[in-house]
């Protein structure tokens, strides 16, 4: 049944999506021991109203978004590594990274500490892989990873491969191997649910547009999107543009 609305551009600006798609009552901020330092791509800060960056720093109390490209001189970012050289860490997949899924919880609470700082590239991958690049302070970084054998939830989104995860599933999946860890002690189980509510929402909404919709939907048919890149080198972690 389609819905007619009055001003569908009206945008919350706390989930930063439209009003009448707004995720806040399923905002359930709670603290963790991990501090996550989410290194946005001005490209991911501008464009995506999908974007789950913003919103996984909402889900999360102690974390915050640092916008840019090279962090290499990044006052913020260096007041960080600063304070909190020691713990900080990378997640970016690699050989040499540390891997969370198959460390045993002694060898993970040697290696983290008793509160790690955990950086995240949040943008597509050809731009986490720039950023990464450019910034000389991330690549002197302790790298974290994680075997993920679950496709992301993320339909509405092209991935890189089906193994692919959203920056919130990933932090997710971290969470959970670190409570596994015994560095974690927070309850995980509504993380997901504003992720969820805002996928349902744009199914609702490519299925039933509203009446003065600017792009009709002619056929009502949803496909997701599963026709991953070929050739992809990396499995996990950030949104890929569509």
């Not at 706390?14 to 709670?30: G, V, Y």
């Not at 290194?39 to 800060?45: T, V």
């Not at 991958?125 to 075997?147: E, G, H, I, T």
Request: charged share 25%; with cysteine.
């Amino acid at each position: 049944m389609k819905v007619e609305i009055e001003n569908p551009r009206i945008k919350c600006y706390k989930c930063m999506r439209p009003s009448i798609t707004c995720i806040c009552k399923h905002i359930n901020a709670f603290d963790t021991k991990t501090r996550f330092i989410i290194l946005m791509h001005p490209k991911e800060y501008k464009k995506e109203k999908n974007g789950t960056g913003h919103m996984t720093k909402l889900q999360l109390e102690n974390s915050e978004i640092i916008v840019g490209v090279d962090f290499t001189n990044n006052k913020r970012v260096n007041e960080i590594l600063t304070q909190e050289e020691s713990n900080s860490f990378l997640l970016y997949p690699g050989n040499d990274s540390f891997n969370l899924s198959t460390r045993k919880a002694s060898e993970m609470n040697s290696f983290m500490g008793n509160h790690p700082l955990i950086f995240i590239l949040d943008g597509t991958w050809p731009c986490a892989r720039k950023m990464l690049k450019l910034s000389q302070n991330l690549q002197q970084l302790k790298r974290v990873s994680f075997d993920n054998e679950i496709k992301s939830k993320f339909i509405i989104k092209q991935q890189p491969e089906p193994l692919c995860l959203s920056t919130i599933e990933s932090v997710y999946t971290v969470l959970n191997l670190l409570k596994e860890g015994n560095v974690e002690q927070c309850d995980t189980k509504d993380f997901l649910v504003p992720f969820e509510k805002m996928i349902a929402s744009q199914v609702e909404y490519i299925l039933n547009p509203p009446l003065n919709s600017y792009r009709p939907n002619k056929n009502k048919a949803l496909t997701p999107k599963n026709r991953y890149k070929k050739n992809a080198q990396r499995n996990i972690i950030f949104n890929e543009e569509s």
